[in-house]
């Protein structure tokens, strides 16, 4: 069969691509956020004195980037309710499932970024802001988040697109995101190039809108730095 420029268009403004694309996007940004505050205190726990909580720490992110993101999905929507009866309830949805999968596989490779981000702070810094009376809290907040968060943005920035890409895996837990919709339409029409062209040409609109936004925000973050360098020069030869 030739490709059809009409099946083309109607699959790229199908209601059910459309909705697809709103699940993809909610399933990424949940994911992302709650695998961002486990993956800092998992660097946090890298970075601490306890020998015990870097053990866990490096057991977590070991674990978690060994094991395929598909097979981490597989276990928490099949092997979990088999495990443990709460999971069999109603509560326990397919999306619920892909967010759980997905944000303990993204809290594993955050870890690792952040905890970079911690590295290229020099301790030279933190014991002075300790010697000036700051506490463990506003140490982090004052010193050490600014700066990890300029470390931090152009991988994590990447590692979001990443993570948008993966969510077409969410397909093998029957969550209905764009990949799952994508092969509804084409088991149902057996029109292969149009439907997953249709699909291809929305995920790199996505990718693209937030790539345009990872650039805005690492010039904005830049910017302010400078800025807040210089005024530091000039305070310091007292103009």
């Known amino acids: 069969m030739d490709f059809q420029g009409p099946v083309f268009l109607e699959a790229l403004t199908s209601k059910s691509l459309i909705q697809g694309v709103q699940v993809t996007i909610a399933l990424t940004v949940v994911a992302f956020a709650v695998g961002l505050v486990i993956g800092l205190l998992v660097a946090v726990m890298r970075d601490s004195r306890l020998r015990v909580l870097r053990i866990l720490s490096w057991t977590y992110v070991w674990i978690f980037r060994g094991i395929p993101t598909l097979i981490q999905l597989f ?31 993204e809290a594993a490779y955050a870890a690792e970024i952040m905890r970079g981000g ?37 991988p994590m920035a990447n590692d979001f697109i990443t993570l948008l890409k993966i969510t077409s895996l969410a397909s093998v837990v029957s969550v209905r995101e764009l990949m799952t919709n994508t092969q509804t ?27 345009v936004g990872q650039a805005w925000l690492e010039r904005r973050f830049v910017w302010t730095s400078r800025v807040r360098g210089q005024r530091s020069i000039m305070r310091a030869i007292g103009r």
């Open 75 to 105: 276990i928490v929507w099949y092997a979990l309710p088999q495990v443990f009866p709460v999971f069999r309830e109603q509560w326990f949805t397919p999306f619920l499932a892909a967010t759980i999968a997905l944000s303990f596989n």
């Open 118 to 154: 911690l590295l290229a702070v020099d301790d030279g810094q933190k014991v002075a802001a300790r010697a000036l009376g700051m506490t463990p809290f506003k140490v982090f907040s004052k010193v050490v988040a600014p700066q990890l968060t300029r470390v931090a943005i152009p």
């Open 185 to 211: 339409a084409v088991a149902s029409s057996f029109r292969f190039a149009e439907w997953y062209l249709a699909a291809a040409v929305y995920y790199l609109v996505l990718v693209s809108i937030f790539m």
